[in-house]
Structure formats: structure tokens, C-alpha cells
């Protein structure tokens, strides 16, 4: 059907229902106002398709937004103009959109061109063409700025499920806006409100600022400076750290590598996620030399993340970041614990999603999952039967209630399948030879992802830290024990928590208020000194969503 197919059914549905709503002369009166009429010709529906996640698969939704639907319930009317112009509800509406770049969207998604080429006319069927155009960019932006980007929908949906919401009501929307009492209040609470946002907001801002000053030069190649070398391309080191904030000391001679400067050279590779050993190699002078404007959209990339997640998180939480390896437990606003995890590797990825910790499990058992049963421990069993016995691994017939424990050292291995290996109930006992450590930490969720110590402390030292099969390892569970079931005037020490894993039994202690875990996947983020820290994307994940924030575009 051709556009002028569409309009003509546009205009006769309007009138059917403008025939319903206002039979004689109040129809008369309403077909005669020529703002209400010329609206017909825009009364379209447009095509949203939006992303869900459910029983771990990824729902693409189409969504048809109508504005017939909307202007319907609303009498056929305007709802930002009248014959006179925009109304002072409009006028907020516009100049929400055109700031909309503050938070890392594009205003041109949200069509302020067009908008303000209508903005000062008087002709009823302009004014009619931008009252629906304010309304449909309203909605496009409200659920991008509170949900996550729409234009997902072309990119990768698995991993970008988590964007937008298959729940989102238009009608609702703007329902919300028009009985609004302070449409300012009610645009700023749609950001998600917590400072790790708000921080990088501060952060695009300052970029874009250095940005519109020409950003810093490339540091040429040639070999390794090291602390006391004299190097004509130290001028433009010195200025590439006093752009960023980290020249730390006045510099008296700017061609020589002085020792008051390597603390600023520690620093730089500190927040770009290299080794801080001093020297200006390759990988350094690659950080130095990733264009301003790279670091503005890796910004703008994390931020929209952002908006995907909680908005919320809780007045105590807890913060894992895959991409850093790190989690962080927050109270009242402050960092309580700060140390080091391990994630999933590539082949079995972390999940991005939060819940609450509910419990946490002393001396746990290990129920083996039927894939690492299947992918690695049948494997140990062909070569070696006594494999399970060894490894303390009990063996019960099922995953049923009323299961029995069989006695693994008769069973012919060589023969038993995978599938047949799935139906059997694998089960470590706790001791120091246990997977999960002496303390595991339990938030019910759908991907079976749980946080644990381990038997291997000494992966914590490597700087890339992803080798589990999904779940998260903790380098310090006695401090996590501590800092989730102390609340109020209940406080548990570390003493006694050591004392309770030194029992050996297995025993599960209910945190007396669960504490929100937010799983999250952030490359860029404030550090509590103000500089902006940078991680590797182990995951691959930053170019995907830079070729649908940006398409066209390089992200390095």
C-alpha cells in the first residue's frame, strides 16, 4: 500500500472515529478546526522492534506505535500545539531531545531538525506535522534514555537482549508526560541514578571538551624509554599526560625521562589496564596514541550499558565487573570491599544481569553441571576409573530426590555416553580439594551463576582473569562473607567466620537482608581519584555495539 493509499485510510479511520466520538454538531465543530483535521494525515503507525529476555533466549518484539491509538484517547487533538505554536510542554520536550548528546545519545536520532524547520509556522497541517513528530521522538527517546537504544534490534540480538524492554507502553508514556506536574523532574529521573552513570557523564563531557581542542598528537614509534633516557618525543608524552590528568610533578627538563615522572607513567598504564613497570613501550605509546574521539564513544558505549541494568542498585550492593576481573561492595554510598575475581572465559561467558544474594553456604558441596560432567570429567574417567574417588566426587543415580549412591569404581566408563553421564548426580564433598573453596554465595537466577572461592589463589596474580566455566570466583570470601551478612547490629567477624570454615560441615547461613549483586561488563569507568580507567573488551563486545551506536564508524 502506497503512501497515499495510507493517508486515505488514515483520514477515513479518523473520521469513522471522530463520527463515534462526536456525533452532530460536535463532530461538525471538530472537523471545521483545521489543526484537528490536518492531523489526520499523520495519524501513522511506525515500526519499533524491541529486545527481551526470556529462559535465557533472546525475544526479538515488533511493536507497531500508532499514533491513532494515542490521539484517540486524547480526543483527536494535539498534544503539543495548538493554532497559536508549541506549547511550554513542547518547548521542554525539544530542548530535552537537543541535550540529549549529555548522556551519550545522537539528537538526530530524535529528529530536532526536522522539529525545529516546523517549529515557528502557523499552518495547521505543519503544526499538525510537528505535534506527531514531537510525540513519536518522545517515545524513541524516553525508552532509550530509561531502557536502552531501539536500533539495537539490527546488531547481535544475544548479546544485546538485555537492550530495550518488550514491555515498554508507548500510550503509557505519554499518558505519564501529559498529567506530569515538572516535566524537568520527570526527565531526570529516566538516567538510571546512580553515581557510576553519573561519573561517566562527567567523564564524556570532559572528553568532548579536549575533543573540541584538537584531543592530544600520536607519539611517534621508536624504541623504549626508560626512566633517565633522553628522548625528543618525551615533549609530547609530558603533554599527553597533562591533558588527562596524570602528569603528577612539574617537569624541569621535557626531552629527558626524569624520575618524578614515572609515577605519572605508572598511573597512565594503571588506568589502561597495561603493567605499570615505568617504560614507554609499544602497548604504552598504543594507549597514548587512541584518538580522543575513540575514548568519547567507548564512553558513550559503556553508558548505554548502563541503562540497560538496574537503574537502582540498592543503598548496599555489590559491583562485579567481568571486564575489569574486580568486584566492589558498596554501603551507604561508599566502597566497603575492593579486590580481585575470576570470570568466564570466552567459550563460557559471565551473564550480564543483577539479583540479590540471598544466602551464603559454608564448606559447600559441589554439584558438578552436566556439561563439565559430560566436556571434561567423563574424559578423566576413560583414563583414569578411579578418577572420581580421588577428586572426593560422590556418585548418586540421579538428580531425583530419592536418588541412591552408586559406587563409581564399578562402572565401565569406556562404555557410558555423554547423555548417560547427564542422567547421573556428580557431587564433590566439601574439603580442601573442593572446586567452589570453603565459601560459595548464592543469588537464584536462571543462568545458574553463583560467586565462590577457590583452590587456585594463585590465578588472582595473572592480570587477565578468565577462566571459569561462567561462574565467579572471589580472591577474598571471608571479606565478601563479612560485608554481606553484616547489616544493622548484626556483625560477623572474620575470626568467626574462619572458625565456622575450620569445622569442616557444611553450613548455610540466610543473609538477614539479601544484598543486590549487579553483574556488569564495563570497559570505561571513574576510579575514585577522578581519571577515567580503561579495561581490555575480553569479550569482544564493545565493536558490536560501536557498529550499531555508530554505524559506519571505527572503534579501535
Known amino acids: 500500500m502506497g503512501r497515499k493509499q495510507n493517508f486515505w485510510v488514515s483520514v477515513i479511520v479518523v473520521f469513522i472515529v471522530m463520527g463515534m466520538l462526536f456525533p452532530g454538531k460536535a463532530f461538525a465543530h471538530k472537523s471545521m478546526d483545521p489543526l484537528v483535521s490536518a492531523m489526520a494525515k ?57 541535550n540529549s548528546d549529555t548522556d551519550g545519545l545522537s539528537p538526530t536520532d530524535y529528529g530536532i531538525h526536522e522539529m525545529t524547520a516546523l517549529w515557528d509556522s502557523l499552518e495547521p497541517e505543519k503544526l499538525a506535522r510537528l505535534d ?109 599526560l597533562t591533558l588527562t590528568g596524570d602528569l603528577m610533578a612539574p617537569v624541569d627538563d621535557d626531552s629527558r625521562y626524569g624520575s618524578s615522572l614515572i609515577p605519572s607513567i605508572k598511573q597512565f598504564q594503571t588506568r589502561h589496564g597495561l603493567n605499570p613497570d615505568g617504560e614507554v613501550g609499544p602497548k604504552t605509546r598504543a594507549a597514548m596514541n587512541i584518538p580522543v574521539q575513540t575514548v568519547v564513544r567507548k564512553i558513550m558505549i559503556n553508558m548505554a550499558r548502563w541503562r540497560w541494568q538496574a537503574h537502582y542498585l540498592g543503598q548496599k550492593y555489590i559491583l562485579v565487573n567481568i571486564a575489569s576481573f574486580n568486584l566492589r561492595g558498596f554501603d551507604q554510598g561508599d566502597m566497603k570491599i575492593n579486590f580481585p575475581v575470576i570470570v568466564g572465559k570466552l567459550q563460557s561467558q559471565t551473564p550480564v544481569f543483577s539479583d540479590r544474594v540471598q544466602y551464603v553456604t559454608f564448606n559447600p558441596f559441589w554439584n558438578i553441571p552436566t556439561n563439565i560432567a559430560k566436556d571434561e570429567v567423563l574424559l578423566e574417567l576413560r583414563k583414569d576409573p578411579l578418577y572420581l574417588v580421588k577428586q572426593h566426587i560422590r556418585l548418586f543415580s540421579s538428580w531425583q530426590k530419592d536418588a541412591v549412591e552408586l559406587d563409581s569404581t564399578t562402572m565401565d566408563w569406556a562404555a557410558i555416553s555423554e547423555y548417560q553421564i547427564s542422567l547421573f548426580k556428580l557431587r564433590q564433598d566439601p574439603g580442601p580439594w573442593n572446586a567452589l573453596g570453603d565459601v560459595k554465595f548464592i543469588f537464584p537466577n536462571g ?7 577457590t583452590i587456585h589463589p594463585h590465578l588472582f596474580q595473572r592480570r587477565q582473569r578468565d577462566f571459569s566455566h561462567g561462574c565467579i570466583r572471589v580472591s577474598d570470601p571471608l571479606g565478601l562473607a563479612e560485608f554481606i551478612l553484616s ?70
Not at 518547548?91 to 531531545?97: G, P, R
Not at 553483574?519 to 581519584?529: E, N
Request: contains cysteine; charged residues 25%; negative net charge.
Open 42 to 98: 499523520y495519524l501513522e503507525c511506525y515500526s519499533l522492534e524491541l529486545f527481551s529476555f526470556k529462559n535465557q533466549q533472546p525475544l526479538s518484539v515488533p511493536r507497531n506505535l500508532c499514533l491513532l491509538e494515542i490521539y484517540h484517547k486524547n480526543g483527536l487533538s494535539p498534544l503539543w500545539v495548538s493554532s497559536i505554536g508549541p506549547s511550554k510542554s513542547a518547548v521542554k520536550i525539544l530542548e530535552t531531545l537537543k
Open 447 to 453: 543462568y545458574d551463576v553463583y560467586m565462590h572461592a
Open 132 to 240: 506527531t513528530l514531537i510525540t513519536v521522538n518522545l517515545i524513541k527517546y524516553v525508552h532509550d534514555i530509561s531502557r536502552g537504544h531501539i536500533k539495537l534490534r539490527d546488531i547481535d540480538p544475544l548479546l544485546f537482549a538485555e537492550s530495550g524492554d518488550a514491555d515498554f507502553d508507548p500510550l503509557a508514556t505519554i499518558d505519564t508526560v501529559l498529567t506530569a506536574d515538572d516535566l524537568a523532574l520527570f526527565f531526570a529521573e529516566l538516567p538510571p541514578d546512580h553515581t557510576h552513570y553519573s561519573d561517566l557523564k562527567k567523564s564524556l563531557k570532559m572528553y568532548r571538551d579536549l575533543a573540541e581542542r584538537g584531543g592530544w598528537g600520536q607519539i611517534p614509534p621508536g624504541k623504549i624509554i626508560r626512566p633517565g633516557d633522553r628522548d625528543d618525543r618525551m615533549t609530547a608524552i609530558i603533554k599527553r
Open 487 to 556: 547489616h544493622g547490629e548484626v556483625s560477623w567477624e572474620r575470626g568467626e567466620i574462619g572458625d565456622i570454615i575450620q569445622q569442616g560441615e557444611r553450613k548455610v547461613v540466610i543473609a538477614k537482608r539479601p544484598v543486590p549483586v549487579h553483574i556488569t561488563y564495563q570497559t570505561t569507568w571513574m576510579g575514585g581519584d577522578g581519571l577515567i580507567y580503561f579495561s581490555r573488551d575480553i569479550y569482544g563486545r564493545d565493536e558490536k555495539l560501536g557498529q550499531a551506536l555508530f554505524p559506519g564508524d571505527v572503534i579501535h
